[in-house]
């Protein structure tokens, strides 16, 4: 990898630029984790997947609103022993890290599954404990500290690859979730997944989205994200990925200062396209050499200084 100001390390992965792509948005063919790579993206996230094949909920799953897309998906996916063929081949063709988001309804579906995941090649995995739409995994793990320290722990005795936890942003304190996770032996912290709302049409006085309730994504909850990052930098000593409303290189500086060590991008590819990898990271760039920075983790967490 060519030596520059955008090099970041998370937990011993090693990214040519600090933009990541999101967990969901695309779901998993290699041909659009290819494009992403194409785009910019310094790694990137696999859809979520669990132990065994799900059809997801019916349509409408995902809903515009004003301020982002609201969605329900229900975590389709074809199950890890199919995807461990897509995890094979990904490997093959792309030159970034590959980390692959794995779910479960138990602390051994979850470990199972990360196992798995990591036999087929994935560098590093990432624990979706925030999905705010399916009952009994998701956020349902990632708001109880007892339940999800033992995933992580799992999930960490099971492999040798680095394990993000991604946290929800609907509890009290994320902070508090955060230091759970990383004393179980979380190796970064994802923050954050989607903020659980809805939709309701006006004319046939229904909820749109066939699950009813769903998560905001997109610009709107980037000012939320920014303030759990910024929580959550304040307790732990992991790394951060932000992830929330990037749509620009502002927005990925200011996770940077908030505390974050590197960005997810999701929402935004659906208006901007691949490229918006390429562009986010060449504007922080132009920040960096503008303020006279040497690197990324020099502007990590800068706005915690007194
Ligand atoms: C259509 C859609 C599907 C998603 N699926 C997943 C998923 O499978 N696993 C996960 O951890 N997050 C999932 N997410 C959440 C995103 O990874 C991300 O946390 C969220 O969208 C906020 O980032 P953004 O504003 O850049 O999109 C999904 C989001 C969207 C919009």
Redesign the pocket.
Known sequence: MKRNRLNVNIAGLQLANPTIL????LGYSVATLQSIVEGGAGAV?T??VGLKPRQGYANP??VQTKC??I?A?G?P?PGIDEFVNEIREAKTVLDVPLIV?V?GFSEEEYALAAKKAAGAGADAL?L?V??PHVKET?SEIGQNSEILAEVVRKAKAAVSKPVFV?LAPNVTDIAEIAETAARAGADAI?A???VKAMAIDAETAMPILSNKKG?L???A??PI?VRCVYEVYERVKIPIIG?????DWRDAVEFLLAGASAV???????TKGPNVFKTVSSGVNTYLKRKGFRSVKEIVGLSHRN
């Open positions: 999101a967990s969901g948005i996230i859809k979520s799953t995902v982002g897309l969605n998906m975590l996916n988001s779910y990432e979706n925030s999905c998701g991604k994802t954050i997944n989607t998560g994504s997109g610009q909850i980037k994200a992830c929330g409303g990037v749509t997810q991008i999701g929402t935004a590819i659906a």
